[in-house]
């Protein structure tokens, strides 16, 4: 009896774990009042069968066209599927499709770098061509890297080797596709480069109305010019602009994007930014990541060097034009506190749609990006400047001690050569150069120092004797915590120098009631001799 108790004890257990939930349930049930839910069922039916389209629906309904695809397979049927592509820069054709027609998809791989090969699209018989630019670009990443990316129209896999295109190129007479080896190319050391393809096309029965040609051209800006936004995008005609794939290498370290894009649609400024990330649709800098219609596929970092590749598509938002087009970019270092003042690398690869072939642009010749890097390209100096940096110091005195000495700073990109000649007296010193003169005379020298939180007020004697004005060089900053702001000029006339070494003694005994500091940059200095005959006040 005392064995069997234990297995009927558990036996209960197991009843009442089982039957108190229930009856639980049950005395709750009976107190709460439930409501039926009718039967789903669709609204009247319409009077007309009227499928909306999409993507997914017109996969059920009849497609009026003929498919096909050129491609580099094996002619005589053999594993080695590519095209071989000289590498003397001979234009090939890789495909002739005679229309009406469009061209869907096109897929490649090679081995080598994006800007290796050129391809270029000619529609109806044209002799210039209506798309031209590197692969790489054209299938979404510049600076000839590899890189992956899934936007709408593009996507890049593989590493970035395997290219794909899904931009739709109508056309109703012809449409020729030819590739040409890039020249300068380090990687194209052989006589052929092996370029695997497919271009997949669409035949149609009869022409095809309201047709817009696809476009896309590549330019190149070294250095950015100076004074003026870089002009990236420029049609012509009727039509609407679709995107656009921007590479930048830089040639100062720090962010480089203040700059705000401008576009001008038929002669009218239609569309003005906030930043050049802003445009490609990211915030506060870039960060690498590849989205439907916009991304940054590659961005090495922000330093002398480095490079980025970033791409906005206006598939849902295309920009209609009637007559012109056109989209400029300001190039604005962060350090510098005015708009185009960069000096760095830009390429564009444009892409829009018109109603007619575009008028001829000037052949793609070179590619600047495949030649060797100058990192001091577009380095500029005031016309007939001396040179702070280049001077003689003669001697200098800081009351922080010997080990305050003049040094010369690079600080891009407002200085005269790059560099300029900072100097901190402490409260109580001076710093004398050397400056030459061809031929005695009386001189106005202009001198630009720099400004910034910390500078002190600068007084200046030639040859022992004291001119002019002392210049206040303090300048308080903006917000954005910028460390100097350009140089200014400060005017001193009527000096008299001799043939030879000048003495210019620059003393920094005072500052201005704001300024953090007694510091000192010169940047440069430029003499103006003055005629002999004519008459002076002195300042």
Not at 278 to 300: K, M, N, Q, T
Not at 407 to 414: E, I, K, S
Request: proline share 7%; charged share 25%; hydrophobic share 35%.
């Amino acid at each position: 009896m005392t064995e069997k108790r234990p297995k009927k004890l558990k036996l209960l257990a197991v009843l009442f774990s089982i039957l108190i939930p229930g009856l639980i349930f049950t005395s709750i049930s009976s107190q709460i009042k439930f409501f039926p839910q009718p039967s789903p069922a669709p609204v009247a039916r319409p009077d007309a069968v009227n499928s909306p389209f999409s993507m997914m629906t017109a996969l059920s309904q009849s497609q009026n066209y003929s498919a096909s695809r050129a491609s580099s397979y094996h002619r005589e049927g053999g594993p080695r599927d590519n095209f071989w592509v000289p590498t003397d820069g001979r234009e090939v054709t890789l495909a002739e499709i005679e229309g009406p027609g469009a061209i869907t998809h096109i897929w490649m791989t090679h081995r080598g770098g994006g800007r290796d090969l050129v391809l270029r699209t000619y529609w109806e018989e044209n002799s210039h061509p209506s798309v031209e630019g590197p692969v790489g670009d054209l299938f979404g990443v510049a600076m000839g890297l590899d890189a992956t990316m899934n936007s709408l129209p593009i996507q890049v896999s593989s590493e970035g080797r395997a290219r794909n295109c899904w931009w739709y190129m109508p056309f109703n007479k012809s449409a020729r596709i030819t590739v040409a080896a890039a020249p300068s190319s380090e990687n194209l050391r052989r006589d052929s480069v092996p370029l695997y393809f497919h271009i997949d096309y669409r035949v149609y029965g009869r022409p095809i109305k309201d047709l817009h040609y696809f476009h896309s051209r590549f330019i190149e800006i070294d250095p950015a010019p100076r004074g003026r936004p870089l002009l990236l995008a420029e049609a012509e005609g009727n039509g609407h602009f679709v995107g656009l794939v921007m590479g930048q290498r830089a040639r100062m370290p720090g962010w480089f994007g203040e700059g705000d894009d401008i576009i001008t649609v038929d002669g009218k400024v239609s569309f003005l930014g906030t930043g050049t990330e802003d445009y490609f649709c990211d915030a506060w800098g870039f960060r690498i990541f590849s989205d439907l219609y916009h991304g940054a596929p590659v961005l090495e970092g922000r330093e002398e060097g480095n490079r980025l590749s970033a791409y906005r598509f206006h598939i849902l938002d295309p920009i209609p034009f009637r007559r012109s087009f056109r989209f400029e970019l300001e190039h604005w270092p962060w350090i510098s506190p005015w708009p185009n003042t960069g000096r760095d690398y830009f390429s564009a690869q444009s892409f829009w749609y018109q109603k007619k072939v575009h008028r001829p642009w000037t052949r793609l010749a070179r590619i600047i990006s495949l030649e060797p890097w100058d990192p001091d390209k577009g380095r500029w100096h005031l016309e007939g400047a001396l040179e702070a940096e280049d001077l003689a110091v003669l001697s200098f005195e800081s009351a922080l001690g010997k080990t305050s000495r003049p040094v010369v700073q690079r600080l891009l990109p407002n200085l005269s050569g790059d560099h300029m000649l900072s100097f901190d007296s402490g409260g109580n010193g001076s710093l004398s150069l050397g400056v030459p003169v061809e031929e005695s005379g009386v001189y106005d020298a202009r001198i630009f120092l720099a400004r910034a939180p910390d500078y002190g007020i600068v007084g200046l004697e030639v040859n022992g004797e004291s001119v002019g004005k002392p210049a206040d060089t303090f300048f308080k900053t903006d917000d954005l915590t910028r460390p100097f702001w350009p140089p200014h000029e400060f005017v001193f006339e009527n000096l008299s120098l001799a043939k030879g070494w000048n003495v210019f003694r620059f003393s920094v005994n005072d500052k201005n009631e704001h300024s953090a500091g007694f510091k000192l940059g010169i940047d440069c200095l430029v003499l103006e001799k003055k005629e002999k005959n004519s008459t002076h006040s002195q300042p």
